[in-house]
C-alpha cells in the first residue's frame, strides 16, 4: 500500500517528479487492499449498497493524493477484479463516475483538468 506502507512515499515520489496513480481495480488512489484495513469488508465494497461508505473512502484517498501529481483511477470494478455484477451494470457505472468526478472537483476545483484514467 504504497500511500501507507511509509508517508514519505508519495512526498518522495513527488520530490523526483513521479507521479503516481492506481491499476484499473483501484478507485481514487485507494490501493485494493486498503478497503480490508480501512473499509468495510468485501461484501460491502457495493456501491449500490454502501455508496456512502465507498464515497467517503474515495474521498479520503483523494485528500491523501491532493498535493501531488497523481493519476486518479476512474471506474469500479468488483472486489479482487471481478466483475461488478452478472449484468451489464451502466447506471450503476454512470451514477460511480459521476460520484467520483464530483469528489474531484469538489477536492481539486474543475475535475475535467485533474488527470484521470478511466477504467469502466
Known amino acids: 500500500m ?3 506502507d ?16 492506481s491499476s ?13 484495513v480501512f473499509g468495510n469488508g468485501v461484501e460491502k465494497w457495493q456501491f449500490t449498497s454502501n ?3 465507498l464515497t467517503d473512502y474515495w474521498r479520503q484517498g483523494v485528500l491523501r493524493a491532493r498535493p501531488y501529481d497523481t493519476l486518479y ?4 470494478r468488483g472486489y479482487g ?4 455484477s452478472e ?3 451502466t447506471e450503476q457505472l454512470e451514477h460511480v463516475v459521476a460520484t467520483q468526478r464530483k469528489l474531484l472537483t469538489e477536492i481539486h476545483g ?10 469502466l
Open 24 to 36: 484499473h481495480t483501484e478507485p481514487l488512489a485507494r490501493a485494493t487492499n486498503e478497503w480490508s
Open 110 to 119: 474543475d475535475a475535467s483538468k485533474v488527470p484521470q484514467m478511466w477504467c
Open 87 to 89: 449484468d451489464i451494470a
Open 6 to 21: 511509509d508517508i514519505l512515499n508519495q512526498p518522495l515520489a513527488d520530490a523526483y517528479g513521479i507521479v503516481m496513480g
Open 2 to 4: 504504497f500511500n501507507v
Open 73 to 76: 483511477t476512474i471506474g469500479m
Open 51 to 53: 455508496n456512502a461508505t
Open 81 to 84: 477484479d471481478t466483475a461488478l
